[in-house]
């Protein structure tokens, strides 16, 4: 595994190889290093607190204590989660002097009950309206990959993702609306999982979409994601194992989902489906036609533009000139949507999920490139808006069609050590995240047996 793992982070823990203290502090001087990414990662670092919470985890273990698996382990939050006492920016300008939050996010709250040590909130695209990462306003940080061209880390937990591949935090916590943990997830090499919606509670969390917003961890492996999944869930059930691939049926949707792929993505998928097949697993190309009806579906804004509109009216009122243009833009075609159009978006999805799940049906998964190009590089899309919404449009394409699907999906790397991150992702239903999770094991172990 390139990044270290919880289970090998708190194996350090137990052997008494490393402190939480050691290990806060290195993340720490990771995160403040002048030469490195942390300026643009961080939108506000915790040393303080930091060095409290792990303080701490070390006493409770030394007296033979682990609250989780997490235990003294650093994780970073992403810039929309409520701390109490401090103003959420949402990786804006926009909201600096407004209110501070009374009361901090549940997620935040049981990643502290956890030991979690956290060590910073993550930059991200503004208000989380982008798959790109870009943020005029704190710097983009350049996916770790090719850093000397500068290329995007996808969004919107774009300073998430480079927080665990630059030693910052052991995992991070990020948001998906349309494929916000996923993007970031596959252009930088991690493991990012969107757990069915309702999954983890969104109390405290600054909303893009309530119809949509799911949270989720981006890490090195399947089963950090699971472990992390549990604790923000609440689900006291054992970590699933992995699944066996002799027999999976897994459905490749070829409507949509396999249109425009660049070669890196092309070739590494095509790998993959291939070690698939000669693992057992039964691998089928079907038709989904409900996909290519989205975009008509969504062509007024969809519940993005209309839910964060209704959200931001007030803000933009008084601060709308601190917005990234790109974002504003966005966020104002909800304004001309009437309530007939969101009732009658209500109920084309639903008749769209119905359509999907009877499509799938059969089929313990769906398979299918998380997004169909590498990460392209920053400066073409800061200077052209034609570029930026192109590519914006290329990485949400596929994930936002399990967020509209009100189902769950990971997103795992399948490309050859070297070269380009490409993420596969294997995605299913509403409420078969166990299930997903347990595939997404049994293929991340075949994948790593080169």
């Known amino acids: 595994m390139k990044y270290p793992t919880l289970e090998q982070g708190v194996e350090q823990l137990r052997q008494g190889q490393a402190s939480a203290a050691s290990l806060a502090e290195a993340a720490l001087a990771r995160a403040a290093d002048p030469a490195g990414e942390g300026a643009r990662v961080f939108t506000r670092r915790y040393p303080e607190q930091a060095r409290a919470a792990a303080q701490a985890a070390d006493t409770l273990r030394a007296a033979g204590l682990a609250r ?21 920016t949402g990786g804006s300008v926009a909201c600096v002097g407004e209110p501070a939050a009374i009361a901090t996010a549940r997620v935040v709250q049981r990643l502290r009950a956890a030991g979690a040590v956290i060590v910073g909130r993550t930059n991200m695209t503004e208000f989380a309206y982008s798959g790109l990462g870009i ?37 991070a916590i990020g948001s998906d609306t349309g494929g916000s943990v996923r993007i970031p997830a596959a252009l930088c090499g991690l493991t990012g999982f969107k757990p069915s919606a309702h999954r983890v509670s969104l109390e405290g969390v600054q909303p893009l979409s309530r119809n949509l917003d799911s ?50 993505v092309s070739s590494a998928f095509s790998r993959a489906l291939r070690r698939l097949s000669a693992a057992g697993a039964r691998v089928e190309e079907i038709a ?3 996909f290519g009806q989205l975009a008509a579906i969504n062509a007024k804004g969809g519940f993005t533009a209309a839910e964060a509109y209704a959200w931001h009216r007030d803000l933009m009122s008084r601060a709308g000139d601190r917005y990234d243009p790109r974002v504003i833009s966005r966020i ?30 059969g089929h313990d998964a769906l398979v299918l490139p998380t997004v169909p190009i590498v990460a392209p590089a920053i400066a073409p899309l800061q200077a052209s808006d ?29 490309h050859e050590e070297g070269t380009a991150p490409v993420g596969l992702m294997i995605a299913g239903a509403r409420d078969t995240d166990r299930r997903i999770l347990s595939i997404g094991m049994a293929v991340e172990e075949m994948l790593a047996a080169d």
């Not at 650093?74 to 401090?86: N, Q, R, T």
């Open 332 to 361: 104002r075609r909800g304004r001309d949507m009437t309530a007939a159009d969101y009732i009658e978006l209500l109920a084309a999805r639903q008749a769209w999920i119905a359509a999907v799940q009877a499509d799938i049906a």
């Open 386 to 414: 034609d570029a930026y919404y192109a590519a914006n449009g290329a990485m949400l394409r596929n994930p936002t069609l399990i967020n509209f699907l009100d189902g769950c999906a990971l997103s795992l790397p399948c």
């Open 68 to 88: 989780s698996a997490i235990d003294g382990l650093p994780i970073s939050i992403k810039d929309l989660f409520d701390v109490a006492g401090e103003t959420t």
């Open 215 to 264: 949270i989720g961890p981006l890490a090195p492996s399947v089963r950090c994601c699971a472990t992390l999944d549990a604790i923000l869930s609440g689900d006291a059930a054992a970590i699933p194992q992995p699944a066996a691939l002799r027999g999976l049926r897994l459905a490749v949707p070829t409507t949509l989902a396999l249109d425009g792929l660049d070669e890196a």
């Open 135 to 171: 943020n005029p306003h704190y710097g983009t940080p350049r996916n770790p990959w090719d850093r000397a061209t500068g290329r995007i880390p996808g969004g919107s937990s774009s300073g998430a993702a480079v927080s665990v591949t630059d030693g910052m935090a052991y995992a």
């Open 288 to 290: 989904v036609p409900a």
